[in-house]
């Protein structure tokens, strides 16, 4: 079985940024992709290289589990998992620690940005993240992997130990590829357009959670930040605040840039604001509807406890294998 694995961060409320960044994308890849199983899971351990609050994670993993699925991820070719219920993963995180180079970490620019803004507490784990990012891919013999381009240098890193260890045993791992959404639907923050729209931005007002209400969803359009000039077209570095509804919009509705100018070349903003709110909506209240039932179904605990066991079977195989190579532990007949 050929795998694609991904995994995302259990770290805060989901947001549209997010949604068309990233999960409209796998949701889409599963489709294109329907040979392939697709491993996706929760990345706990990843999370906690930073100190979390113990309720807040838990309630934030299964949000998120619930979220994913209630975005239309199809059950045939997926196995959803949390990432500590699968023990071989830190197994994997310390063999590849021993194949990894202090200086490969070192140059790992997101180590340098998140060590910068955690001066006082820069945890080990911090710093060797990668290594266990590796681990997640390489157990599944992953072909490929879904990511957004600030993740690429940990691929490429995982690619070099993967190289590295087939050089020294034979072919044991398959090198894994990157696939980075060509259209990288940047969504940009509603209040202060030319920042990323983000689940850590302070101001409340500059992002559409996945779980807000019909309400509140339309008065965050109708504040949305856009110019003076009153005339509709798309310009980023001009009109920023405007572009960034277009590009909500298209990807939305599944059309161009300039099918939308077109549509709505004639109506004021405030119009146009409306008729975004009202796409958003709609897009949305569908979502919403069905992350409610799932969070309080058992049936999410059950795609979660086939998808540890899947996974589990899988890499427990991998990781013995592993030991084995490296000379651990005993010899079995
Ligand atoms: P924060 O929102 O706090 O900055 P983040 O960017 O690290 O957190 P993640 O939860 O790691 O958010 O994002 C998961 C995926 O969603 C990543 O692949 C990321 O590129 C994508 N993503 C997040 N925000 C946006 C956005 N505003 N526009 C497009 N894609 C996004
Ligand atoms: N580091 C990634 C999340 C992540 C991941 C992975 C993605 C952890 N393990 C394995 C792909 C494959 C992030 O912060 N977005």
């Known amino acids: 079985m050929k795998h694609i694995v991904s995994g995302i961060q259990p770290t805060g409320s989901i947001n549209i940024g997010t949604y068309l960044g990233s ?17 996706l899971f929760i990345a706990d351990l990843h999370a906690i290289t930073i100190p979390r609050d113990r309720l807040e994670l838990r309630k934030t993993i299964k949000e ?4 994913y699925l209630a975005c239309g991820l199809r059950q045939e070719n ?25 200086g490969e970490l070192e140059r790992m620019t997101q180590f340098k940005d998140k060590a910068q803004k955690h001066e006082k507490g820069v945890t080990a784990s911090l710093f060797t993240y990668p290594a266990l990012m590796a681990g997640d891919i390489l157990l599944y013999d992953a072909e490929y992997v879904p990511v957004g381009e600030d993740q690429k240098q940990h691929l490429e890193l995982t690619r070099d ?14 090198v894994p590829k990157p696939l980075i959404p060509k259209v990288g ?16 931005d302070a101001n ?19 504040s949305a930040v856009t110019d003076s000039e009153a005339s509709f077209y798309y310009d980023k570095t001009n009109k920023p605040g405007l572009s960034n509804l277009i590009t909500i919009y298209s990807a939305l509705a599944d059309i161009s840039i300039e099918a939308v100018e077109q549509k709505y070349k004639d109506v004021s903003y405030k119009d146009f604001k409306e008729a975004l709110a009202d796409l958003v909506i709609e897009n949305l209240r569908p979502i919403r509807q069905r992350y409610h039932e ?16 899947y996974a589990s079977k899988i890499s427990n195989k991998k990781a013995a294998k592993f030991n084995h190579k490296l000379g651990l532990g005993r010899k079995r007949k």
Do not use: W
């Not at 999960?23 to 697709?38: A, G, M, S, T, W």
């Not at 639907?185 to 850590?200: F, Y």
């Open 23 to 39: 999960i409209r994308n796998f949701v889409r890849l599963q489709r294109e992709y329907d040979e392939h199983h697709f491993m």
């Open 64 to 67: 998120l589990a619930a979220m």
């Open 78 to 102: 997926l196995s959803l998992f949390i990432q500590s219920e699968v023990p071989a993963h830190s197994h994997m995180s310390y063999l590849l620690q021993c194949f990894t180079y202090m």
């Open 161 to 174: 130990i993967a190289i590295r260890v087939n050089n020294r045993f034979g072919e044991f791992f398959t």
């Open 185 to 200: 639907a940047r969504i940009m923050s509603l209040t202060e357009p030319t920042a990323k729209m983000s689940k850590s």
């Open 204 to 222: 409340v007002k500059s992002r559409i959670n996945m779980l807000d209400t019909d309400d509140i969803i339309r008065k965050r359009i109708r």
């Open 294 to 309: 799932l969070i309080q179904s058992k049936e999410l605990d059950a795609i979660l406890d086939e998808g540890a066991a």
